[in-house]
Each structure stands twice: as C-alpha cells, then as structure tokens.
C-alpha cells in the first residue's frame, strides 16, 4: 500500500529544547491513524510540520510519495487544528464558501450543500455560526477541510471538548469519509476509546520520541501475550498489593475487588505471579490471558497506572 505519510527521522528544536528526537512513522493510504502522547508530547508539533507551518531542522518527509512544498502537494491536504478557523459572524455556508475562494475552487467544482449535508448541518446552514455548538462547529471545519476535495484529513484533537453524542457524530463522519470517500486521516488524540473504536494504526510520541507505533490490532494482539487476570477468591491484602507495585517486573496494572491485571515484562511468567501469590496464601480462582485494550497498552508504555 502508499504511503500518505511518510516521516523519517525528524527532528525540531525550538527555543534550544529537542521538541521531536528523530521521529519515524508512516501513515498508509486509507488508514486512520491515531497519533497519541501526552500533553507536550510534539503532536501538534509534528502537525504543524506536516501542513508546512513550521520547518523541521533535519529529517524526511513525504506526502503521497511527494515533497511536502510543493503546492500540488499542498492541495492533497485538508486540516482542522485547535483554532478551528471559522468566523462566527458568517453562516455555515459563508464560511464553506469563502474558504473554497481561499483555495481558488471553481464555482463548478463547489460541492457546499453536499459538504453541509455530509456533516449533517443541512438545516443550519443559513445560520450565523455563533451560536453553534461545540460539536457543530468541529463538524462545520470538518466540511471546510475537504473544500478543496482533499486526499488526506489532518485533524488535531478533532473530538476534544465536545460531548460524547457529539463525537460519536463526528467519527462516524470520519468513518464515513475513510471508508466511502478513501480518505486518508490522521488525528491525534487523548482518547484512547475513540481511538480504538476508529483507528487502524497508531504512534503513540513521548517527549519528542515514537514509543510505540503500528497496526492496532496486531498491537494488541502482541501486548494480549503479556496481559493477564488474576481472579482471587478473597480480596488481596493492601500490603501485598503494595509489595506487588513496587515489584516492577510483574508489572500490576490494575487492582480491584478480587482482580489483579498484571503485564509482566523481561523473563517474568504468569506462573511466577501465580505461585507468589499462593506463597502469601491468595487462592487463585482463575487466571486468564486478556486482549489488551489501547488503554493498557498507552499506559503499560508510558508507565502509568491507575492508584
Ligand atoms: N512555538 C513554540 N515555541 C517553543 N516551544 C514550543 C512551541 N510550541 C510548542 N512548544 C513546546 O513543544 C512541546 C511539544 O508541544 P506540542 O504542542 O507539540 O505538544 P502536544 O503533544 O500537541 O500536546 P497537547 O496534547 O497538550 O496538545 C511542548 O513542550 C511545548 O511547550
Ligand atoms: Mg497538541
């Protein structure tokens, strides 16, 4: 398959701080992909390289096998960042319409009530944007990412302050655009269930560095190996639990009732836990091998866990 996105090795500083160490990824044609860290992480940062608004100090990059500056290759993309760029005092039309101007569309080549109609703003197309909300106005910059008729969809946080009705409208719009219109989407995100339900593919960035990046499914299928419960027939004293935490090869992800989710690293086994466990006198009801979520793994690769 194309690569829609390819980054090697890239490197930012800005005010004398690495910001991205030598990042590498790339972003398949068709795929959605989850980019995820961290605040501070170099999301936006990386975005921001991508769509050309600041200059990496070393590294590749393509775009459909293309250099980012060249202007064709420009016009292959469509972004939504945090600013979402809309004027409140225009309609949602206005704003389609002026934005298809910035592009130099054609009046032939406008499509705006088809865009309108796929973010289902139909109705509200004639109405000054101020007083929509949250989720109408991501779902409006939506529209007036694919103007143009982009190939590939930038977005970052495209979900992030809107209620969960919202988001489930806005990705199925990015469901919708991958699958029926093979749009190529990349977004970042803090919401790990969204990114499971929607992405193919994900990085996950800490500190300017990949720490984990492939196809989701195969991800957890390789962390499932590692991932285990424990179902205990009494509750697990505190200080054992205590004991376990600061036993870091075991890796204790979650404690709760009469359940202990461990993701053991190096040479530790499942069955060292177990027979641990039965030495301080735990019984064991049942043990089993669990598909880890993407929450597991975020949190199993940046090393943190829920108190
Ligand atoms: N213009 C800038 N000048 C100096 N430092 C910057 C600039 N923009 C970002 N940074 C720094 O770069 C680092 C990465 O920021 P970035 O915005 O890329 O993170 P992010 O992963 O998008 O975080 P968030 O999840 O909060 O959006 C942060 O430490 C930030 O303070
Ligand atoms: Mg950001």
Redesign the pocket.
């Known amino acids: 398959m194309e690569n829609a996105i390819r980054i090697k090795d890239l490197r930012k500083n ?2 004398n ?1 690495e ?1 991205l160490k030598g990042i590498s990824f790339d972003v398949k044609t068709g795929d959605i992909f989850g980019y995820l ?10 975005i921001r390289i991508l769509l050309g608004l600041f200059k990496a100090d070393s590294g590749e990059l393509e775009i459909l096998s293309r250099d980012i500056n060249d202007s064709e290759t420009r016009r292959k993309i469509g972004f939504v960042l ?1 600013e979402d760029g809309l004027y409140d005092n225009m309609t949602a039309e206005e704003n389609i319409l002026y934005y298809a101007r910035i592009y130099g569309v054609q009046k032939s080549g406008r499509n705006i009530s088809k865009l309108l109609e796929m973010v289902e703003l139909s109705d509200r197309a004639g109405d000054r944007i101020r007083m929509y909300s949250k989720g109408m106005r991501q779902r409006l910059a939506l529209a007036r990412a694919m103007v143009h008729g982009p190939e590939i969809l930038i977005l ?2 495209p979900t992030s302050g809107v209620d969960p009705s919202g988001q489930i409208e806005i990705r199925n719009i990015m469901k919708k655009l991958a699958s029926t219109e093979n749009k190529t989407i990349f977004l ?1 995100s ?1 919401n790990l269930d969204e990114v499971q339900r929607i992405c193919n593919r994900i990085a996950i ?1 800490d500190r ?1 560095t990949i720490r984990l990046y492939g196809e989701l499914e195969n991800l957890r299928k390789e962390m499932s190996k590692r991932v285990f419960i424990i179902k205990t027939a009494q509750s697990v004293p505190e200080a054992l639990i205590d004991e376990l935490k600061h036993n870091p090869g075991i890796g204790l992800q979650e404690v709760s009732e009469n359940e202990l989710v461990f993701s053991p690293s190096g040479n530790t086994e499942i069955s060292d836990i177990i027979s641990s466990l039965s030495k301080k006198g735990i019984k064991i009801e049942e043990a089993i091998k669990k598909e880890a979520t993407l929450e597991e793994l975020y949190s199993a690769i940046l090393k943190v866990t829920e108190a």
């Open positions: 800005l005010q701080r910001i860290g961290p605040n501070g992480a170099g999301k936006t940062t990386t945090d970052d946080e970042s803090h960035i300017g």
